[in-house]
């Protein structure tokens, strides 16, 4: 199946599920601004340690951006290796 840049959430999960270590990613959501324009902000953990943190107009395109950053934080630290 071919990924489109729009499905870092699920290549995210797809990635931990597959290494066994899924139930380390977890979010926290924030909303700010007016009911009329809000501005979204998600920071995405793995074990705790923020990975990825991003804002938006939608709460779903802020944990896109967010779970894009953890997967090339997860490369960085890969490559270190």
């Known amino acids: 199946m071919a990924y489109s840049d729009d499905h870092y959430r699920m290549r995210l999960?797809?990635?931990?599920q597959g290494r066994g270590v899924a139930?380390?990613?977890t979010w926290e959501i924030h909303q700010a601004g007016a009911n009329h324009?809000?501005?979204w902000t998600a920071i995405a953990y793995l074990n705790h340690i923020e990975y990825g943190r991003a804002t938006s107009k939608t709460q779903g395109g802020a944990k896109e951006e967010a779970a894009r950053l953890?997967?090339?934080a997860i490369?960085?630290?890969?490559?270190?290796r």
């Open 13 to 16: 999960n797809n990635f931990l």
């Open 37 to 39: 324009a809000p501005v």
């Open 23 to 25: 139930s380390t990613l």
């Open 70 to 72: 953890v997967l090339f």
């Open 75 to 80: 490369a960085a630290d890969s490559g270190r």
